[in-house]
Antibody, heavy 119, light 112 residues
Framework: QMQLVESGGGVVQPGSSLRLSCAAS????????VHWVRQAPGKGLEWVAF????????YYADSVKGRFTVSRDNSKDTVYLQMNSLRRDDTAVYYC????????????WGKGTTVIVSS | EIVLTQTPLSSAVTLGQPASISCRSS???????????LSWLQQRPGQPPRLLIY???NRFVGVPDRFSGSVAGTDFTLKISRVEADDVAVYYC?????????FGQGTKLEIK
């Protein structure tokens, strides 16, 4: 079964950096784009960023633009989310999701990794 | 940015009865490629989201046929024909027609 596993979350102070990873297995990772979606405690889903299958395109939510960078290493079947200048309102569970472009949907989701920004 | 407004925000339904959730878009979700990229996702407590419906009315693989999606202009509807205990969850609509992708606020479905 296709799988995505996020890691790298933790408790950090405001202004600091963190890098999340999203490791894929049991599918040809290099054929698919990947989205990051987050969910603040007790809140709804918020789309964060996207990277195309070959890394040629990236898109970001305004709330993270200029602070977060998405990248990928297809040799490692992994997507990364580099988060800089973290703010308290970045506290959330971060999910990565596989993107099926012809269907226009996210069909495989990881279980998420928790980021807490607190002093 | 496209705003998706879901109603109701919560709903309590008797087992075996139907449920309906509405998602209204602030603008057309018709993409230049002719598709309408509106999905419905289910998030059970403590779980990641799960895809139910894509392109407004297509059921994803493995989703029970009790779930259906429809569209009329900028109004989208998710219907559950007969609610089961397993359906207790928060349901989200999501548009993927235009960046930034956006979600509705979520609708919490409970059993009465």
């Amino acid at each position: 079964q296709m799988q995505l596993v996020e890691s790298g979350g933790g408790v950090v102070q405001p202004g600091s950096s963190l890098r999340l990873s999203c490791a894929a297995s049991r599918f040809t990772f290099s054929n698919y784009g990947v989205h990051w979606v987050r969910q603040a405690p007790g809140k709804g889903l918020e789309w964060v960023a996207f990277i195309a299958f070959d890394g040629s395109n990236e898109y970001y939510a305004d709330s993270v633009k200029g602070r977060f960078t998405v990248s990928r290493d297809n040799s490692k079947d992994t997507v990364y989310l580099q988060m800089n200048s973290l703010r308290r309102d970045d506290t959330a569970v971060y999910y990565c999701a596989k993107w099926l472009v012809r269907g226009g949907y996210m069909d495989v989701w990881g279980k998420g990794t928790t980021v807490i920004v607190s002093s | 940015e496209i705003v998706l407004t879901q109603t109701p925000l919560s709903s309590a339904v008797t087992l075996g009865q139907p449920a309906s959730i509405s998602c209204r878009s602030s603008q057309s979700l018709l993409h230049s490629d002719g598709n309408t990229y509106l999905s419905w996702l289910q998030q059970r407590p403590g779980q990641p989201p799960r895809l139910l419906i894509y392109k407004s009315s297509n059921r994803f693989v493995g989703v029970p046929d009790r779930f259906s999606g429809s569209v009329a202009g900028t109004d989208f509807t998710l219907k559950i024909s007969r609610v089961e205990a397993d359906d207790v969850a928060v349901y989200y609509c999501m548009q993927a027609t235009q960046y930034p992708y956006t979600f509705g606020q979520g609708t919490k479905l409970e059993i009465k």
